[in-house]
């Protein structure tokens, strides 16, 4: 399997680290439908690393227009 083509799901800690926010205001943007929801693997709440990095590509692409 080639490197590019594995996604990592990765912890809240993280998450917040890549996208510059607090926990708070992670979740609301998650309920606004603005960022990515997480994946519920039983209790655990993981996030995509592809769509992370997606959406902050994406914020940041609209901050430079």
């Known amino acids: ?12 800690d993280e998450v917040m680290s890549q996208a510059g926010m607090k926990k ?6 998650i309920k606004a439908g603005r960022f990515p929801a ?3 693997l039983g209790s655990l709440s993981r996030w995509s690393e592809r769509k992370v990095q997606a959406w902050v590509s994406q914020q940041t692409e ?3 227009a």
């Open 1 to 12: 399997m080639n490197e590019q083509t594995i996604d990592r799901l990765i912890e809240l």
């Open 24 to 29: 708070t205001k992670l979740y609301a943007e």
């Open 38 to 40: 997480p994946v519920k």
């Open 62 to 64: 609209q901050a430079a």
